[in-house]
Nanobody, 114 residues
């Protein structure tokens, strides 16, 4: 059974940093391209970032997070990460981990507030 379990969300002051994690199981993580997608309250899904296979996989970012967020993966630990710096109020959302744009986690909530 494919499982994607996000963690690391919570209440974060504006300007602070937070790292999200996604623990993957039930499929060959190292062969999968992984994506972070978010959904702000009352809004649609927004693609955030993707990383392709391999330890030094190609990384892609939405313009809204480029230069502030960093996606990475640890294939030995079957874990995907999203390092988020300089967080803004508009970054508040539920963040989902997605494998091969096919399997979705349940998400982790990030709230931006002082």
């Amino acid at each position: 059974e494919v499982q994607l379990v996000e963690s690391g969300g919570g209440l974060v002051p504006p300007g602070d940093s937070r790292t999200l994690s996604c623990a993957a199981s039930g499929f060959t993580f190292s062969n999968s391209w992984m994506t972070w997608v978010r959904q702000a309250p009352g809004k649609g899904l927004e693609w955030v970032s993707a990383i392709y296979t391999g330890g030094g996989g190609t990384q892609l970012y939405a313009d809204s997070v480029k230069g502030r967020f960093t996606i990475s993966r640890d294939n030995a630990r079957n874990t995907l990460y999203l390092q988020m710096n300089s967080l803004k109020p508009e970054d508040a959302a539920v963040y989902y981990c997605v494998a091969d744009m096919r399997y979705w986690g349940k998400g982790t909530q990030v709230t931006i507030s002082s």
